[in-house]
C-alpha cells in the first residue's frame, strides 16, 4: 500500500462485517518489511496518576440551572475563543447532554455566547429558532421536526425550554441554528417558495431539477433495504448545482425585493440540498455551514457548537479539522468520555438502553476512573510531553467512542492533545431520555450519519 507524501494519519485495522466468527493466528502491520510496533500507553503509574489527580477540576453536577460557583475555571480553559465545541462520546448519555447545556448557560451568562448550533439539518432548525426567540410555535413539534432520535430527549427538550426563557427574560438572547446537511426536504422546499415569489419564470425550471433530487434520495432510502436498486447521485448533484448556481449568479437581482439576510438563506438552503447529496462531504459542510452563521453574525459572536467527538475534534477530513484549519487557537474543543454505564443507541433489540463495557487499563477513562472522581474536566494543555508524569497524554492511547449504533467495546487509539483542548470526564453514565414521537413513531432513524431518517409525506 502506497501512502500520499502529504498524509496526515494512517488507520488501519481489521474489518468482519458479515455474519460468524473469525479466528485468527496471527495479525500484524509491517511498514516496508518490518513489523509496526507503536508506542502504547498500557498502565498507568503512581506519578502519572498523581499529576492527573491534581490536574483535573472537579464540578459538583452536571444539572443545569445550579449555578457556576463549581465552573469558575471553564472561563480560563475557554480563554478568548471564538469557537466553544462540545463532543460526547456516545449519542445517548444523559450526562452529556445535561452537561453541554450547563456549559452553554454559563457561556451564555458568564461570557457573552449568543449562538448555539448543533449536529442536525441546518433549514430544519430554523423552526426551533423561531421558538426560541420568539415564542413561536412549540418546542415539542420544533424539535420533532429536525428527525433525528438522539435529539429527541428530555434533555435536549430542556435546554430548548431554557433559552426560551433566557430570551424572554431579557439577561440577553441566544439562537438555536443547525450546521448539518443530511436531507434536502425542507431546504428543497425553501427554494421553491423563495422562487416562486421573486422568480416565477424560473420556478418550472427549479421544480424540474429538485424532482430528480427528490427522485435519487427517493432511491437512496430504498437502497438501504433493496441494494439492487441504483442511486445516481451524480443527476443529484448536477441538478443542484445548477440551481445553486443560478440563485448565486441573480443574488444581485434578488436583493432589489428582498433583505440580505433572506436572500443568503435561500442560497444556503440550495446549498444544502447539494451537500445532501454527497455524504462523504459532510464534515466540510459543516464546517462550511458553521463558517456561514459565524459570516452572518456579529464580527465578536461566540459560538457554541454541539456534536458528536468525532466530528468536533480537530482531526484531518473531521468538522473540527476544517475549523482548527480557518480558525486556529480561536476555538476550544471539549470531548467527552465515561467509565462505565448505560446509554441509548440502537443495536439488536431496535432503540433503546444499552451498556458498554467498562474501560480497562490503557483507556484514558480508565486513568480517570482510578484518581476516584465523580465527573471532573481536564486542561490537556497542561500535559507536557517532556514531562513523565504528564507527557502520556500526548501519546496514543485508548478513547472511547460510540455513536448512535451500540458497541459492546468501543475503544481505539487517538492522541488526545492533537484533538482537544479539554476533557470532560464522568465516572458513570446514564441513557438519555427519549420523548415518544408524535409525528414519525413509525420509524426509527439511525440518526447523525449519511443514512438517518426517511423521506416523510411533504417530501413530494
Known amino acids: 500500500m502506497l501512502v500520499a507524501p502529504d498524509a496526515h494519519r494512517v488507520v488501519f485495522g481489521a474489518l468482519h462485517p458479515g455474519p460468524g466468527i473469525a479466528w485468527f493466528d496471527a495479525l500484524w502491520f509491517e511498514v516496508d518489511g518490518v513489523p ?23 464540578f459538583r453536577t452536571e ?25 460526547e ?33 441546518m433549514p430544519e432548525s430554523r423552526a426551533i429558532n423561531r421558538y426560541v426567540l420568539d415564542g413561536e410555535g412549540d418546542a415539542i413539534t420544533a424539535l420533532n421536526g429536525i428527525y433525528f432520535w438522539t435529539w429527541y430527549t428530555q434533555e435536549v427538550l430542556d435546554m430548548i425550554e431554557w433559552m426560551r426563557s433566557y ?91 428582498k433583505p440580505a439576510i433572506d436572500v443568503d438563506w435561500a442560497i444556503q438552503d440550495a446549498r444544502v440540498v447539494l451537500q445532501a447529496g454527497d455524504p462523504r462531504s459532510r464534515d466540510r459542510s459543516m464546517a462550511d455551514n458553521v463558517d456561514w452563521i459565524l459570516e452572518h453574525s456579529p464580527a465578536d459572536t461566540r459560538i457554541v457548537l454541539w456534536a458528536h467527538n468525532g466530528h468536533v475534534k480537530r482531526a484531518p ?24 454505564g448505560r446509554y441509548t443507541a440502537v443495536g439488536p433489540d431496535g432503540l433503546g438502553t444499552y451498556t458498554t463495557s467498562a474501560s480497562e487499563p490503557g483507556s484514558v477513562e480508565w486513568a480517570f476512573h482510578n484518581t476516584g472522581v465523580e465527573r471532573a474536566m481536564l486542561d490537556l494543555r497542561l500535559a507536557n510531553p517532556d514531562d513523565s508524569a504528564s507527557g502520556w497524554l500526548t501519546r496514543s492511547i485508548d478513547f472511547r467512542s460510540i455513536g448512535a449504533v451500540a458497541r459492546s467495546y468501543a475503544f481505539s487509539r487517538t492522541v488526545l492533545t492533537d484533538d482537544y483542548e479539554v476533557i470532560v470526564y464522568f465516572d458513570q453514565s446514564t441513557a438519555s431520555q427519549l420523548l415518544t414521537r408524535p409525528l414519525l413513531d413509525a420509524v426509527v432513524p439511525l440518526g447523525p450519519g449519511p443514512f438517518a431518517r426517511v423521506p416523510d409525506a411533504s417530501f413530494r
Not at 445517548?92 to 449568543?114: D, N, P, Q, V, Y
Not at 438555536?176 to 416565477?200: K, R
Open 63 to 87: 444539572e443545569p440551572d445550579t449555578g457556576f460557583d463549581d465552573l469558575t475555571f471553564l472561563s480560563d480553559m475557554v480563554g478568548q475563543a471564538r469557537i466553544i465545541s462540545l463532543g
Open 317 to 340: 477530513s473531521r468538522m473540527g479539522g476544517y475549523l482548527s484549519e480557518r480558525h486556529g487557537d480561536d476555538m476550544a474543543v471539549f470531548g467527552f468520555a465515561f467509565h462505565e
Open 36 to 58: 509496526y510496533q507503536p508506542s502504547l500507553v498500557t498502565d498507568i503509574s503512581e506519578a502519572q496518576l498523581d499529576w492527573l489527580t491534581r490536574s483535573v477540576q472537579e
Open 89 to 121: 462520546g456516545t449519542h445517548g448519555t444523559s450526562e452529556f447532554f445535561k452537561m453541554k447545556h450547563r456549559i452553554t448557560e454559563f457561556l451564555a451568562h458568564e461570557m457573552g455566547a449568543t449562538v448555539f448550533a448543533i449536529e442536525a439539518n
Open 167 to 257: 430570551n424572554a427574560s431579557g439577561q440577553g438572547q441566544i439562537q438555536f441554528y443547525g450546521f448539518d446537511a443530511q436531507t434536502p426536504t425542507v431546504a428543497a422546499d425553501n427554494v421553491e417558495a423563495f422562487i416562486a415569489e421573486l422568480e416565477p419564470s424560473y420556478s418550472e425550471s427549479v421544480r424540474a431539477s429538485y424532482d430528480v433530487v427528490r427522485r435519487v434520495y427517493a432511491d437512496r432510502i430504498r437502497s438501504y433495504s433493496d441494494p439492487s436498486v441504483v442511486v445516481d447521485l451524480k443527476a443529484w448533484l448536477d441538478e443542484a448545482s445548477k440551481v445553486l448556481n443560478h440563485l448565486e449568479a441573480r443574488r444581485a437581482d434578488y436583493l432589489a425585493n
